[in-house]
């Protein structure tokens, strides 16, 4: 009886030494994620913590929701934008780290519906009168909303489309509503619909790169994970080739 | 029209359509719940209550599912030609009677669970039919029951955010109402429209509170004088 308390304490302060000693080593990320990257950041996310033990706290909103965050001193060590723009002003309004800012993914947009055959390849459907809404995110906070709209007013649809545009909060609320069949089309980020072994269900158009400015999304440090060498190490892995080969797998271009 | 004033317009005109619909719908209910023994009266009264506990997230989430065009609301609206009730004022009032059932009937329940069971049996020998003890007699008692209930019943449809970020789409003069309104301006960085409108809310909530403390007092006051 004795022995095994005895050999029970023992392991249990072993046990506690050792994740003591584990816990020292390895730090923790605050993450802000744009909507769109959220599906493979789950996997970098998850490939980052075996590499290096180091655990993330990960949240999504859309890239405005987390400029007006930051502003307001949210505690995130690493903001993963959909533009480049917001990283550049955060770094000017002295919120980053200066330099640190990269192009971690070039977004794609798709106009994608839920039922197949919905989506022709040449984005004519947006010209019919075959959908009652179209969803697209807030163009005034998520970089796609934005692409969406200019993709629009280049096909010269933005006004006549004006009363059938649904907005979301965030590019995950668009897909949302279209996923629910509540808005017939919507445009989405290509990652959301083509997800590697498990694509979404419908038609999709992939809209021409001339249709809007490049979707060049931007990681940078902020100032409140200058310090952190977890925060520094998530940002090398992003560039490294495992990474890279993930975000390629969901439809971005690098 | 400015932007703000289309919002303003849209949710008054929202919060007046919803208290409406409830005091219609919600005075019956709250009049079965209040003269009720069955020993389903738990399972009735907490249905209304329910909006109270839910976070607005999930009624926004089944509301969107259920008016959906595969949902069972859904296919009753397009099955009458209605089309369907999501990003439509239509869907908003819908979301609104339910989000703020509780506000408007418990007050009008409690109400009517505080007149005295002899009075109606007294009226009932004079041979007052029930319509007749119902609006000569429960309905005036109730006054004050009342005007908690439109008062909460306006106000809480006016605040009302979750249920109307999920199914509304955030349309100008359709469904974007003041509370979206503000959220976006928050958002967006743009602090000066964000305060304009949210220190009106303030106010106004304020407002319509003071005036149901004072209405509501005096009624009270009296009836214990009588007493």
Known sequence: ?254 | MSAAWIAIRLTAELAALSTASLLLAGTPLAWALARSRSRWKPLFASLVALPLVLPPSVLGFYLLLAMGPHGPIGALTQGLGLGRLPFTFAGLVVGSVLYSMPFVVQPVQQAFESIPERLLEAAATLRATALDRFFTIALPLARPGFVTACVLGFAHTVGEFGVVLMIGGNIPGETRVLSVAIYDHVEAGELPEAHMLAAGMVVFALGVLCALYAINRPARESAEQAR
């Open chain 1, 1 to 254: 009886m004795n022995l095994v308390r005895h050999f029970t304490a023992r392991t249990l302060t072993g046990c506690a030494l050792f994740a003591a000693f584990a816990f020292a080593q390895a730090g923790e990320v605050t993450v802000a994620v744009a909507a769109n990257f959220a599906g493979p950041f789950a996997r970098i996310g998850e490939a980052f913590t075996t590499a290096t033990g180091h655990t993330l706290k990960v949240s999504t909103a859309s890239t405005g929701a987390f400029h007006a965050q930051i502003k307001a001193a949210a505690p995130f060590d690493v903001l993963l934008a959909a533009d480049d723009e917001t990283p550049r002003q955060l770094v000017a309004e002295g919120l980053a780290v200066p330099g640190s800012n990269f192009t971690y993914a070039i977004g794609k947009l798709v106009l994608w519906s839920v039922q197949p055959g919905f989506v022709d390849d040449q984005g004519a459907v947006l010209a019919s009168s075959r959908f009652a809404h179209i969803a697209i995110a807030n163009p005034k906070l998520a970089p796609y909303g934005a692409a969406a709209l200019e993709a629009l007013k280049a096909r010269r649809l933005a006004e006549a489309m004006a009363p059938r545009i649904v907005t979301a909060e965030t590019v995950a609320q668009a897909w949302q509503f279209v996923a629910s069949g509540n808005a017939e089309l919507g445009f989405v980020a290509l990652s959301q619909v083509a997800i590697p072994g498990k694509p979404a269900v419908g038609s999709y158009w992939v809209v021409p790169a001339n249709l809007y400015a490049p979707i060049r999304q931007d990681a940078v440090l902020l100032k409140a994970g200058e310090n952190n060498t977890a925060a520094a190490a998530l940002l090398d892995y992003l560039k490294g080739e495992a990474s890279k080969a993930t975000i390629r797998a969901w439809g971005y271009g690098l």
